[in-house]
T-cell receptor, first 114, second 108 residues
Framework: KAGVTQTPRYLIKTRGQQVTLSCSPISGHRSVSWYQQTPGQGLQFLFEYFSETQRNKGNFPGRFSGRQFSNSRSEMNVSTLELGDSALYLC?????????????FGPGTRLTVL | KNEVEQSPQNLTAQEGEFITINCSYSVGISALHWLQQHPGGGIVSLFM???GKKKHGRLIATINIQEKHSSLHITASHPRDSAVYICAVENNFNKFYFGSGTKLNVKP
């Protein structure tokens, strides 16, 4: 099975622009979660989508949004970029069987905001 | 206060040493995850546990639900174990909280 893929891998934007990142989960996985990782704050949970519905949301401003398509692929969007949005954005997919939710991570998209 | 506290933040060991990384949490959880992140960013899930103990090769993870504490042990450490180890807890609503990570450097 192919792993979780994320595109693009690297991205440079300027303040005020918007960006869309894409995540393709492992085939059969219906849950996709997004995380932001910065040197100062570590890993932080952004949101989780399951069957096209946002099921959970972290403590991020409304500039951060996402969606999930019927094939479970997910996108996240950041509008009006700020310098502090420079980070590694990771997505993870999971099968979600019963109680357990083992996460399989993609390689991440490294976003630099100038 | 962070929901998940890890210690130590940095750890240097000689090849062959036994290593322990600790994780304490303050929220109710459905599962605790140990993650490994190598330079370059890739994250691998090592363990997912909700009780007791799990073992994969030289890695052992334990959890004490009553004390809200988990440990990750590495036996016979090797330079290829050098990475950042992250403890994450999943609450009953599938929301994740992360520790700040432990940077491990195993010297040959």
């Amino acid at each position: 099975k192919a792993g979780v893929t994320q595109t693009p891998r690297y991205l440079i934007k300027t303040r005020g622009q918007q960006v869309t990142l894409s995540c393709s989960p492992i085939s059969g996985h219906r849950s996709v979660s997004w995380y932001q990782q910065t040197p100062g704050q570590g890993l932080q949970f952004l949101f989780e989508y399951f069957s096209e519905t946002q099921r959970n949301k972290g403590n991020f401003p409304g500039r951060f949004s996402g969606r999930q398509f019927s094939n479970s692929r997910s996108e996240m969007n950041v509008s009006t970029l700020e310098l502090g949005d420079s980070a590694l954005y990771l997505c993870a997919s999971s099968l979600v069987t019963g109680q357990y939710n083992e996460q399989f991570f993609g390689p991440g998209t490294r976003l630099t905001v100038l | 206060k962070n929901e998940v506290e890890q210690s130590p933040q940095n750890l240097t060991a000689q090849e062959g040493e036994f290593i322990t990384i600790n994780c304490s949490y303050s929220v109710g959880i459905s599962a605790l995850h140990w993650l490994q992140q190598h330079p370059g960013g890739g994250i691998v899930s090592l363990f997912m546990l909700s009780s007791g103990k799990k073992k994969h090769g030289r890695l052992i993870a334990t959890i004490n639900i009553q004390e809200k504490h988990s440990s990750l042990h590495i036996t016979a450490s090797h330079p290829r174990d050098s990475a950042v180890y992250i403890c994450a807890v999943e609450n009953n609503f599938n929301k994740f909280y992360f520790g700040s990570g432990t940077k491990l450097n195993v010297k040959p």
